[in-house]
């Protein structure tokens, strides 16, 4: 019987991978097993399989070595120490898919195995724009071979960290990647952490070094495929348009009683050279806020704001917001759970568009507990940003940072997505499409993680949502650029 898949097992011991193997063995189908391993030894087998030896499993040279190896119809690749739990026909099943859709890779949903626990680990559909290097496809890879060589032969880079992540790219320029929406193995998660620690792994300075790899090789990718964008932006008169005010604070809200009156009282305590007020869209509150913002209407710099409308997200909120008559030349976030550092903060803000010429501004914030105390991971800077590639790079990772302030009359032109998850990353990538996007690397925003935050810590499958969504918004904008590169 000819060998239709090779296995490509990560390999610390024979006692971490004997499991995993017996698992792999109970198939119907012929298989060949290869150890991959990152610590040389003098054995060139164990349990009388061949080992690979590789700098690193994300890297370049094991990708290519998995290729070079690669003599069947299919090749797996198991991308976790941890044992692999095969479903009922479960490769036989991967194996059907992968020939009846001809995609270059498929994948699989699956469970996690915590302690005593097995939970459903869905996965999401891969778009073009699932550009993000953490996108989650499971642990179990099945490759096309001959998609697998082609798309390995076409990397041009030597990576430690994005090998694996270059590979994807590459195969996704040509191939499907499909989502087999079935549970079809199981894996041990050792990663515990909630989904709002996660998300911030990306802006670790520790992995800095990966970020570079990652960058380089999406932009790479960008540039194959008509996306790049070159460091060109379009200037802008501030002077063009008139404003009662120079600055408007919007705070959306919806029932944010414990919060509220931090934010409004570290709004109205800023100093400033300009005239500026705050615009508080209040989102039909039930639970006293509505109270709590009316007791500051002895100050004229606030605007109190209920929408007639009861079908507005976070963003048709900042959508009333900006296009009420009073609202300024810069429009200035803060959400009604966090404040501003200090009374500096609009004004750094506001000068930032003035000394980068750019139509949106983006600071730099804390992660604090509810009493204002940093937590982990402390001071999020993203300073992977850069002037020249930040826009391009920005279609890899999840978000761009915060405070977030604007220049009204473009923001009135592209209007905010009315959503409650997303809507400033969308801006971020629509105005970035154009426009600078400035950045300011002080300290001028605490961000308070709480029990009642939309993203401290959320189910997989609102999680999924999500992610998805994000996809969606770098799918329309990558097609974007992708049709304004072909008119140039």
């Known amino acids: 019987m000819k060998t239709r898949i090779n296995c490509f097992i990560p390999f610390l011991d024979e006692a971490q991978v004997k499991e995993t193997i017996q698992n792999l063995q109970q198939s119907e189908l012929n298989l060949n097993i290869y150890l991959v391993s990152t610590q040389k030894k003098s054995d060139n087998k164990a349990l009388g399989y061949p080992i690979i030896y590789v700098p690193a499993l994300t890297s370049t040279s094991a990708i290519q070595s998995i290729a070079e190896q690669a003599n069947s119809d299919y090749t797996l690749l198991y991308t976790k120490y941890t044992t692999l ?22 994948y699989a949903d699956h469970y996690q195995i915590l302690g005593d626990q097995r939970k459903n680990a869905p996965v999401i559909d891969y778009q073009k724009g699932s550009l993000r290097d953490d996108f989650n496809f499971g642990s179990v890879l099945l490759f096309n071979t001959e998609a697998l060589k082609d798309s390995v032969n076409r990397m041009k880079a030597s990576y430690n960290a994005a090998g694996l992540y270059d590979l994807r790219l590459k195969l996704s320029q040509k191939y499907k990647l499909e989502h087999i929406n079935e549970y079809l193995y199981s894996e041990i998660e050792k990663d515990t ?87 508080i869209i209040d989102n039909h509150s039930t639970d006293g806020t509505t109270e709590a913002i009316d007791s500051f209407k002895g100050d004229d710099r606030l605007i109190h704001l209920i929408p007639k409308r009861k079908d507005l997200g976070i963003g048709g909120c900042w959508n009333a917001g900006v296009h009420h008559d009073k609202c ?45 105390n940093m937590i982990a991971p402390g001071v999020i800077d993203h300073k992977e940003w850069t002037p020249e590639n930040g826009r391009n790079n920005a279609l890899r990772i999840n978000g761009l940072g915060a405070p977030r302030a604007f220049y009204t009359p473009v923001l009135r032109e592209i209007k905010v997505p009315n959503t409650s998850y997303g809507e400033d990353y969308a801006l971020g990538l629509n105005f970035s499409r154009q426009y600078q ?10 961000c308070r993680r709480w029990e009642d935050n939309s993203d401290a810590s959320l189910d997989i499958v609102k999680m999924n949502a999500h992610n998805t969504y994000k996809d969606r918004i770098r799918t329309w904008e990558l097609e974007a650029r992708i049709n304004l590169n072909k008119k140039k």
């Open 437 to 446: 996007i400035g950045r300011v690397y002080d300290i001028v925003y605490l």
């Open 85 to 106: 739990e095969l479903g009922y026909f479960a490769l036989e099943r991967m194996l059907k898919i992968a020939d009846d859709s001809c995609a270059g890779m498929v």
């Open 328 to 372: 300024g030349k810069f429009a200035v976030q803060l959400d009604s759970d966090d404040v501003y550092k200090d009374e500096n903060t609009l004004q750094t803000m506001i000068n930032a568009f003035y000394e980068q010429n750019c139509a949106m501004v983006v600071g730099t914030y804390m992660m604090t507990d509810f009493n204002m």
């Open 193 to 279: 952490r909630k989904s709002g620690e996660k998300i911030f792994d990306y802006v670790d300075p520790k992995n800095r070094g990966v970020q570079i790899e990652m960058e380089k090789a999406c932009t790479e990718h960008l540039k194959e495929i008509g996306g790049y964008l070159a460091p060109q932006f379009e200037k802008i008169e501030f002077e063009a348009d008139h404003f009662e005010y120079e600055a408007s604070v919007i705070i959306p809200v919806r029932n944010r009683i414990k919060t509220v009156k931090d934010a409004i009282e570290s709004v109205l305590k800023q100093k400033t050279t300009f005239k500026f007020n705050l615009i």
